[in-house]
């Protein structure tokens, strides 16, 4: 599993793009290359079943929630060693031949969720899930760097269409030059046959540069939490709405609260990664949380 995400994130490294919205994010178009399908603007891991023979991870299905296709990946039996491919769908292009590749598309602020639609089939201790990097390019280091993340993780089953929104949380200041979205099944590596469904990609909630990374007018302590946090709203100027989501884009705590300190129970939640949201008139600040 390591080493599909390690792969994935260098994935996300290596940026080209040309718009502010998320290419074919309804997965209506497709074409052939090099003999095998791929999603228009989008680049999959349909090469390695080209290559080995084996039934390709990423396919064109129908009808869509948003017109009339959507994108299935299914991880797929390697023939000839009967190792797993997984299912990798990414925004770019790679070209086999000269072992070149693109990904991203250019941005100029950052929004507030990555929503859409999926439905998924999962085998027992496997993992799926979506991502997006929103990056800018860092001459003087000669890397990228991220300025906001955003993951929405998918454990169980869901076979219905369900709805998400997926929480985008700034982890530097600064304006992103480029985006990338990202989605895999079969990273758990524990067999073939998972199945994750995608359609109808799109941002919502867009919000300025400078409200989105000022710096923070709030504390959350301790953080990681066992029990529950403290939220201090005492330099805001008037109440805030919070809003606390899971990695799966779920609200779990919905409240407003005056500028004030109080402390937040939070002992029913599992452990793992919280996101914290506050919203003050027109402007958002987001924190990652962790239940230990």
């Given at each position: 599993?390591?080493?599909?995400?390690?792969?994935?994130?260098?994935?996300?490294?290596?940026?080209?793009?040309?718009?502010?919205?998320?290419?074919?994010?309804?997965f209506e178009e497709w074409t052939s290359i090099n003999g095998y399908p791929e999603p228009e603007d989008w680049a999959t891991f349909n090469v390695l079943s080209f290559l080995f023979q084996a039934d390709y991870s990423v396919t064109q299905e129908t009808p869509g929630v948003d017109g009339d296709y959507y994108l299935k990946l299914a991880s797929q039996l390697n023939p000839l060693d009967g190792s797993m491919i997984p299912a990798v769908a990414y925004v770019g292009s790679f070209n086999f031949g000269s072992e070149i590749g693109t990904a991203g598309f250019a941005v100029n602020n950052v929004p507030s969720f990555l929503s859409g639609s999926y439905r998924s089939s999962l085998i027992d201790g496997d993992l799926s899930g979506i991502a997006c990097f929103f990056t800018r390019w860092n001459s003087e280091a000669n890397m990228a760097d991220t300025i906001a993340i955003g993951s929405l993780e998918i454990f169980t089953d869901e076979p219905t269409w369900t709805t998400f929104d997926m929480p985008i949380v700034p982890m530097l200041t600064g304006t992103p030059d480029t985006c990338n979205v990202i989605m895999i099944t079969g990273g758990g590596d524990v067999g073939v046959g998972s199945v994750l469904e995608v359609d109808d990609l799109h941002f919502t909630g867009n919000v300025s540069e400078v409200e989105r990374i000022a710096t923070n007018p709030f504390r959350i302590y301790p953080n990681p939490f066992n029990d529950g946090i403290m939220l201090d709203l005492r330099q805001l100027t008037d109440a805030a709405d919070v809003v606390i989501y899971d990695t799966q884009g779920r609200i779990i705590e919905q409240f407003r609260q005056n500028n004030t300190a109080q402390l937040i129970p939070l002992n029913h939640l599992a452990s793992g990664l919280y996101t914290v949201h506050i919203y003050n008139g027109e402007k958002r600040w987001s924190q990652l949380i962790t239940k230990q």
């Open positions: 599993m390591k080493k599909i995400y390690t792969l994935v994130i260098l994935l996300a490294c290596s940026f080209a793009g040309q718009a502010q919205t998320i290419p074919n994010g309804s």
